[in-house]
């Protein structure tokens, strides 16, 4: 099974300061088809998770531009460029590319200072 | 608009079963993959099982291989999870999920397995 592995696993930022999560995988997760599959999501207290970024650097409809995703291989980024409270909750990368199983890191935790 | 509604979660005796439905709505259900994802209680995500367009391919994560099983009507746009001999480690709140890339999530429904 892919291993994926997030840091830090708690970010505490300051409102408008940018942040920035780390995920590595176990494997490469380049696919066959040359293309890269690793999403993340974020999840609010109480809420069904969401996607806002697939294939490492797609953003999803509707997910503001002040995320980013980078990477490539095994080592992939997600960056928020000025936080702002709504983005408070965990964020989880997940790959569908090595499976079955589709594996999760362990989530990050972002709050406000 | 994408909706995945679940129902059927509650409260179950360790070595008991429920089975989890997933009605869909506004996208051509047959044409997707379609999975099952959960949550247990202040944990990770993690990935339970999906089923292909047809049917004709299952796969589930191994700690439910034998005892879970995952179908599909495309006639009523509706997803099942079959779940038997439950075990105090399957409660979670069971999410129903559109494709493998997991792009639209139910809001999903608790499974509690307690004694």
């Known amino acids: 099974d892919v291993v994926m592995t997030q840091s830090p696993l708690s970010l505490p930022v300051t409102l408008g300061q940018p942040a920035s999560i780390s995920c590595r995988s176990s494997q490469s997760l380049v696919d066959s088809d040359g293309k890269t599959y690793l999403n993340w999501f974020h999840q609010r207290p109480g809420q069904s998770p969401r996607r806002l970024i697939y294939k490492v650097s797609n953003r999803d409809s509707g997910v503001p531009d002040r995320f980013s995703g980078s990477g490539s291989g095994t080592d992939f980024t997600l960056k928020i460029s000025r936080v702002e409270a709504e983005d408070v909750g965990v964020y989880y990368c997940?790959?569908?590319?090595?499976?079955?199983?589709?594996?999760f890191g362990q989530g990050t935790r972002l709050e406000i200072k | 608009d994408v909706q995945l509604v679940e129902s059927g979660g509650g409260l179950v005796r360790p070595g008991g079963s429920l089975r989890l439905s997933c009605a869909a709505s506004?996208?051509?259900?047959?044409?997707?993959?379609m999975s099952w994802f959960r949550q247990a209680p202040g944990k990770g995500l993690e990935w339970v099982a999906n089923i292909k367009q047809d049917g004709s391919e299952k796969n589930y994560v191994n700690s439910v291989k034998g005892r879970f099983t995952l179908s599909r009507d495309n006639a009523k746009n509706s997803l099942y999870l079959q779940m038997n001999s439950l075990r105090v480690d399957d409660s979670a709140v069971y999410y129903c999920?559109?494709?493998?890339?997991?792009?639209?999530w139910g809001q999903g429904t608790l499974v509690t397995v307690s004694s």
């Open positions: 999920v559109r494709e493998i890339a997991a792009r639209w």
């Open positions: 506004g996208f051509n259900f047959s044409t997707y993959w």
């Open positions: 997940m790959q569908p590319t090595l499976w079955p199983p589709i594996t």
